[in-house]
């Protein structure tokens, strides 16, 4: 977004879906920049410390630690949409139905929360008498939202064009044993190796995925297919999809990687840009 901004592109509609959603969020509510300058200093476990073992079961994510978080760098929890000086919505998903909801209206963090809840990792939301979690089940990449809600040109960003399957850890690499290990790293290897002494044989040369990457490969795998499919049927003006395969689902703390790489994706689409926009 900041090299779009740089380029004096600034979008008067803003639609997004997962993290996108919450990137979105900032934009409208002048945090990006804040936003921007807290995820490049996360450390791996300051990283961890959003994560917790708990036993209801909900899901990983220390809500308190995150609610901080996106009071402090994405916007207050009294900030409405509908008082945005542009146009927001964030995909989510009806859990009981497989619906697609857009929320364009009410508490803002409550659309970026519900958006977000990707199962396994966030809680379900509760949303108008309905749960509600991650758009990208269902939109990955909201090219229809942004139609529908009065949008002429669409840019379009696709964070998952080349990460399918592609960030697993090389294989033969041993489970490391460190004292300060962080709970995702610790819960991890604990399943892993919990998984293995029930199912593989006796001696086990390649270490299967850890539970997050096998989650991160089962989502990032949906969230393709949905994307290819409904892309074909209504693609964007302008897509960029940024190289990330090499950074995984929880990774935050790569931040200043991916950021770059996106820099440089639309470094490499600028002709596109130029035309589609009018630009001199």
Known sequence: MSALIELGIEPDIVCGTSIGSLVGAAYVSDTLDKL?????????????????????????VNKERLHHFLNEYVASDEALIEDLARQYAAVATELETGREVWLTKGPLLEAVWSSISLPGLFPAIRNNNTWLVDGGLVNPVPVSVCRALGADIVIAVNLNGDIVGKHFKRPGNPLKKEENQGVVEKLTNLVTEYTASLF????????????FEA???????TQDRITRSRMAGDPPDILLSPRLSHIGLL????ANEAIAEGKGCVRRMLPALQEALGMA
């Open 36 to 60: 921007e300058s807290w995820v490049c200093s996360l450390t791996k476990f300051e990283t961890a410390r959003f994560f917790e073992i708990n036993h209801s079961l909900n899901g990983f």
């Open 215 to 221: 989650i991160a490969a089962s989502v990032n795998i």
């Open 200 to 211: 593989a044989p006796a001696k086990v040369d390649v270490q299967p995925p850890n539970l």
């Open 251 to 254: 990774e935050f703390y790569r």
